[in-house]
């Protein structure tokens, strides 16, 4: 599965690791099959980069008809009036957007077929500098168990940078005030209890020596990178979803590449996220 047309395919994306533009498009063909349920029917923002992860890159949440035939448009609100939104349902839009020298997807929490509701909270664990491994891996339980103690099942997964990702799928009953209230009371608690482990506030000055906790993925319009998604950075590494049990194995934040995330992608038996999308649990009311 190639892109129906892939102009440049020798051209180097990736510097530091020899990657080529042929490269990411046989990576994302090859992935495919793990990566579209998370990113197929909802509205996405891209990260483009023509001329490789190492020179100037952009976003782009808007349709264009350049973008390619895979690739559709649906019509949102915004905060002053509408705009054209991009999204993909098949493997041919994720090539098509390849072709036009796309790195990263980021998806809504929500899908195009119910944008106000969304079905997917994101915990953004982002720890300052100094924070070991080891003790970000064990906030990420610790959040893992909070959860569970209202009732909410989680996933988690490597950001591709030095952070981790909470997951809890929804169903998609709750609006996004009510869901974006239910994260910031819950990332407030932490802080409340854990004061000299968590901060909830981008605040450079506050998060000293502590784990900032990212609730505003939560928010209509944002979004947060996909499982699976290239980052535009140093060594091409990969948003990777994993098992809780995995995550015990993995040693550093970096732990995929492009290459080894195309290993795990052909070896694997299950998705490491299977029954993500089978659960049925609600935001807790606040």
């Not at 949102?76 to 009036?81: A, K, P, R, T, Y």
Request: glycine fraction near 8%; charged fraction near 25%.
């Amino acid at each position: 599965m190639t892109p129906r047309k892939l102009t440049s395919p020798d051209r180097v994306v990736f510097e530091d690791a020899g990657i080529t533009k042929g490269d990411v498009a046989a990576y994302y063909a090859l992935v495919a099959r793990w990566m579209l349920p998370g990113v197929v029917g909802r509205p996405l923002s891209l990260l483009r980069c023509p001329d490789g992860a190492g020179a100037s890159c952009f976003f782009q949440k808007h349709h264009a008809d350049s973008l390619g035939a895979g690739v559709h448009s649906i019509t949102l609100d915004e905060v002053s009036g509408t705009g054209e939104y991009l999204y993909i349902d098949n493997a041919d839009g994720l090539l098509d957007l390849v072709q036009m020298n796309t790195l990263e997807f980021h998806p809504w929490g929500a899908r195009t077929s119910d944008v106000e509701h969304p079905d997917r909270l994101v915990f953004d664990l982002d720890p300052d500098e100094g924070i070991a491994w080891s003790e970000l891996k064990s906030a990420a339980r610790d959040i893992r168990d909070r959860l569970a103690a209202l009732k909410l099942r989680s996933w988690v997964r490597l950001s591709g940078g030095k952070g981790l990702h909470v997951v809890v799928p929804v169903r998609p009953k709750a609006d996004w005030a009510q869901a974006k209230a239910f994260c910031e009371d819950f990332a407030g608690q932490l802080v409340t209890e854990s004061p000299k482990r968590y901060v909830a506030t981008a605040s450079k000055a506050k998060r000293e020596g502590r784990i900032f906790i990212d609730w505003l993925r939560n928010t209509r319009g944002a979004t947060s990178v996909a499982s699976w998604s290239l980052r535009a950075r140093a060594g091409a590494p990969v948003c990777m979803p994993l098992s809780w049990d995995e995550l015990a194995q993995v040693r550093k934040p970096g732990a995929y590449d492009l290459r080894k995330a195309a290993k795990r992608a052909e070896s694997l038996k299950q998705d490491p996220w299977d029954g993500f999308s089978r659960v049925r649990q609600t935001v807790p009311s606040s």
